[in-house]
């Protein structure tokens, strides 16, 4: 356990990873599998061997469980960032690129897929017919990530557990299904205990910074409420996520409402066409944040969009976003 454990937190820590023995996935003649995905049960008669994966934290969740020999492909943007320098770059060189836009049930029949893990607005929409229902009609099962499952007050609104928790169940039920349950299990200790190493030194009460987290959009920004991992990234970092109260994940806010918080720090979410530095450079320019003290402190900074989506660099992400909040909270 004691290597499997290291094994792990290398795996999350480092931008290089490292090797480790550890027990191989289960055989696919195996027995049947039933897991809770979204509330409901779902069993799966096999261990898939051609997995197909959506946007880069899904992708990421099989290679940190060290499942890329399963996979048939996965679709991604090009705006992911540098994917050269991550612990799991061996993964991206092994796994098929299929997309560089996203799933469609062309490119998963080409695959041969046996397995799409994708989310709500990760991959799975209404609109085009990528659904879990309409790819059940074509005989391939489904999994949903935790963090995007709709929760029924409205049509759209995701989120049924804490963040971190659905990154948790997902490593977790994966593990059940490859039948690698100890590296999820290890991988899992590790990043709670990383998690608790920073929360032991985030400021107390009155004494946390509070944070809005800007992904994008000029005329009405793009947020996230309690339910999508910049909550939990900002809260157990030693923030206050100023959009608490929103019972939604990835949502919409007002300026006016930014405003009326008025948000010690400001993290954007760095990916899209539009820079990092270009988002940075709007918000400081536009006239109705001029008041907000992030905008007067110019205390801004930015995350990768893989730090936060519901990936395994969440941990990291939540080590980094405290040092900086700390350095806040010490400016009084």
């Known amino acids: 356990m004691r290597t499997l454990l290291a094994a792990a937190l290398c795996l999350a820590v480092t931008a290089t990873g490292c090797g480790a023995t550890v027990e191989s996935a289960r055989d696919a003649r195996s027995p049947a599998v039933t897991l809770t995905n979204c509330g409901r049960e779902v069993t799966y008669d096999k261990v898939p061997e051609r997995v197909v994966t959506n946007d880069v934290g899904i992708t990421e969740l099989m290679f940190a469980l060290g499942l890329e020999d399963r996979m048939a492909g996965f679709a991604m943007p090009d705006d992911r960032g540098d994917l050269s320098r991550v612990p799991w770059k061996d993964g991206y060189d092994k796994v098929p690129w299929l997309s560089r836009d996203q799933l469609t049930k062309e490119n998963v029949l080409d695959a041969r897929a046996d397995l799409v893990v994708a989310g709500w607005n990760y991959g799975f929409r209404e609109d085009g017919g990528f659904t879990p229902d309409a790819l059940d009609r074509l005989g391939i099962p489904s999994y949903v990530l935790t963090e995007s499952c709709r929760n029924g ?180």
């Open 153 to 332: 007050r409205t049509k759209s609104s995701r989120g049924i557990m804490p963040p971190l928790d659905a990154l948790y169940t997902d490593l977790t039920n994966l593990g059940r299904l490859f039948g690698v349950e100890k590296r999820a299990a290890a991988l899992v200790d590790g990043f709670r205990e990383r998690i608790a190493g920073v929360r032991a030194k985030a400021p107390e009460g009155t004494g946390r910074p509070s944070v809005f987290l800007y992904d994008s959009g000029r005329d009405t920004p793009f947020t996230s409420g309690r339910y999508a991992a910049p909550e939990q990234i900002i809260t157990e970092a030693g923030g206050v996520n100023v959009m608490h109260d929103v019972a939604d994940s990835w949502t919409t806010a007002g300026w006016e409402t930014v405003v009326e918080r008025d948000p010690d720090v400001i993290v954007i979410c760095d990916y899209g066409d539009v820079s990092a530095e270009r988002k940075k450079q709007f918000l400081l320019s536009y006239a109705p944040l001029r008041d907000v003290s992030a905008i007067r402190h110019r205390r801004i900074v930015a995350l990768d969009y893989a730090d936060l989506v519901e990936s395994p660099r969440n941990p990291s992400a939540i080590a980094r976003l405290g040092a900086y909040l700390r350095t806040v909270a010490g400016q009084g």
